[in-house]
């Protein structure tokens, strides 16, 4: 092998050491993007049932006013009640005392109606204030889960934040190490390719694609004249077993 075949094996041994990095380095970012995307729809589904708690909350409150008002209905009609009923041996006439009566009446008649729709009323607040408290237990259990899960979210950050960091300073005491023209085209390769710049060929397919690669790729690889790629994929080729 000449004096240039071997100073691109070179090449390539360090870009294959520098995939193992970046490999790790597109791993970590895309979990740092995924993790807040996580913890998002936690978040989400959170305030919708807050919402929801919010929504009881203004329904129970809502039927307590309409309770209120019909309580004091009721007490209107009873004050009525009483003065008409007060004012019968006040009648100078029969017709006068019959019409009293009916009025009497008929004010019992609407009181009987305001009562029944209090009774009903008691059991709607009854039935309100229940789903009410299942739903506050619920939203409280949530609530625990979901800090649970954000400290958690937070924590895995951090973590792959660090690491990310770590492998961010290895890979600058490795690139430093490659040709300009070669590590120019493994990053755009490493760019288009989501994190895979250079492969290893796996019985005579490429590791990126699995595209069957020719006798005559094959042979160029062994060369070391230059940087061979899959003509499907682009990724650049190696051969692991000649390095």
Partial sequence: MTVAGQNLKDQIRKLVELQVIDEEIFRFKRELREKPAEFEALKVEFES????????????????????ELELDLKVKEE???RADASLSL?????????????????KADK???????????????????SLETEKATVLQYEKEFNAKKKQVDDDVAVIGDRLKVKESQRTHIAPQVRPDCLSRYERVLK?????GIVKVVDHTCGGCFMHLTEQVLNELKKYEQIISCDMCARILYLADDL
Avoid at 53 to 58: H, N, P, T, V
Avoid at 114 to 127: Q, W
Avoid at 192 to 196: A, F, I, T
Wanted: proline share 0%; aromatic share 4%; net charge positive.
């Fill in 91 to 107: 009648l100078k006439t029969n017709k006068e005392y019959q019409a009293r009566l009916l009025e009497i009446e008929n004010l």
């Fill in 112 to 130: 009987s109606i305001v009562e029944e729709k209090i009774l009903l009323g008691y059991d709607e607040v009854d039935a309100a204030r229940k």
């Fill in 80 to 82: 009525g009640i009483a």
């Fill in 49 to 68: 049932k807050k919402v929801k708690l919010k929504g009881l909350e203004d329904k129970l409150k809502s039927i307590q006013v309409v309770m209120k």
């Fill in 192 to 196: 288009n390719k989501d994190g895979l």
